[in-house]
């Protein structure tokens, strides 16, 4: 059984930014896909970017060019470098491994003056 722990989460003003980290109790295999996810009050949950093995990256077209996507697989660990973060990013963030699905437990992340 894997485990996925996220980390990172926190309040940050306009403009600012976050580092998210997720790291994998278990051992996954290099060649699954990672991302992360995010769900904001009153909405549904909506994929933000994602990893495959080989390290090609997609992201939602909201956050193209602010947040970056990372994994280490020597430590079994995946990262979302969050930039220039506006109020709208606000949200309860996941991490999630497929085609193997496994979900951390969220971290929240608020954007707000």
């Known amino acids: 059984q894997v485990q996925l722990v996220e980390s990172g989460g926190g309040l940050v003003q306009p403009g600012g930014s976050l580092r998210l980290s997720c790291a994998a109790s278990?051992?996954?295999?290099?060649?699954?896909?990672m991302g992360w996810y995010r769900q904001a009050p009153g909405k549904q949950r909506e994929l933000v970017a994602a990893i495959t093995g080989a390290g090609t990256t997609n992201y939602a077209d909201s956050v193209k060019g602010r947040f970056t996507i990372s994994r280490d697989n020597a430590k079994n660990t995946v990262y979302l470098e969050m930039n220039s973060l506006k109020p709208e990013d606000t949200a309860v963030y996941y991490c999630?491994?497929?085609?193997?699905?496994?979900w951390g437990q969220g971290t929240q992340v608020t954007v707000s003056s």
């Open positions: 999630r491994t497929w085609p193997v699905s496994y």
């Open positions: 278990g051992s996954i295999s290099s060649s699954a896909q």
